[in-house]
């Protein structure tokens, strides 16, 4: 059974800072994850995705998020937060196993508050 | 490009009524849908996946008589909360995969508030 974990319930930054979102996966196979970014009475907004290739993926908004095979993990990071980031982040991943089909395990979800 | 559109964003409604929610993908073709529920502070649970032409494919644990999903067209999703009662209040969202490729990303709706008094 696939997996992912964000252990952080809340993230605090202060704007212009660097922001750090964490993201631990489990799956059978090569993981496709992604991460998605929600806001209040919304639906999920896609940010990026790591599929293959380079380790650091580039995604909206200024953010990026680095695959590591060996940690398992996919955290999401911004170089300098704004206030407008402040909303709920859910990483995602997808097994790479055929019968994994298309089903998405999400994290819990992380909610990052960046104050001015 | 790859918008999905969900409808209505918020119902409130008395017990035993069934509320029809429909998820549509406007400008491109969905073979697949997914439909989840979410509590509040809570992540997503995956309830169903709507495949056009066929029958859903319910995640364990959910009523498939409780909730009816029709896929009748390759843009059209429905969930028919049936006879719904206030433990059905949440929030539900669908989603869509472009058709380009299993590896991408899932497009989601905005999501519909239920409130069942």
């Known amino acids: 059974a696939q997996s992912v974990a964000q252990p952080e319930d809340q993230v605090n930054v202060a704007e212009g800072n660097p922001l750090t979102v964490k993201c631990t996966y489990s799956?059978?196979?090569?993981?496709?994850l992604f991460w998605y970014v929600q806001y209040p009475n919304r639906g999920l907004q896609f940010l990026l995705k790591?599929?293959?290739?380079?380790?650091l993926v580039k995604g909206s908004y200024g953010f990026e998020a680095e695959f590591n095979k060996s940690q398992t993990s996919f955290h999401l990071k911004k170089p300098s937060a704004l206030v407008s980031d402040s909303a709920l982040y859910f990483c995602?991943?997808?097994?790479?196993?055929?019968?994994?089909?298309?089903?998405?395990?999400f994290g819990g979800g992380t909610r990052l508050m960046v104050k001015p | 490009g790859a918008v999905v559109s969900q409808h209505p964003s918020w119902v409130i409604c008395k017990s035993g009524t069934s509320v029809k929610i429909e998820c549509r993908s406007l400008?491109?073709?969905?073979?697949?849908m997914f439909w989840y529920r979410q509590f509040p502070k809570q992540s997503l649970m995956l309830m169903a996946t709507?495949?056009?032409?066929?029958?859903?494919?319910?995640e364990q644990g959910v009523e498939k008589d409780k909730f009816l999903i029709n896929h009748a067209s390759l843009t059209l999703s429905t969930l028919t909360v049936t006879s719904a009662h206030p433990e059905d209040s949440s929030f539900y969202i669908c989603?869509?995969?472009?058709?380009?490729?299993?590896?991408?990303?899932?497009?989601f709706g905005d999501g519909t508030r239920l409130s069942i008094l």
């Open positions: 995602a991943v997808r097994g790479g196993i055929r019968n994994a089909g298309n089903m998405l395990t």
């Open positions: 799956v059978s196979g090569n993981p496709y």
């Open positions: 400008d491109f073709q969905a073979t697949t």
């Open positions: 709507s495949n056009e032409g066929s029958k859903a494919t319910y």
């Open positions: 790591y599929i293959t290739g380079d380790n």
């Open positions: 989603s869509a995969r472009a058709p380009q490729g299993i590896h991408q990303p899932q497009h």
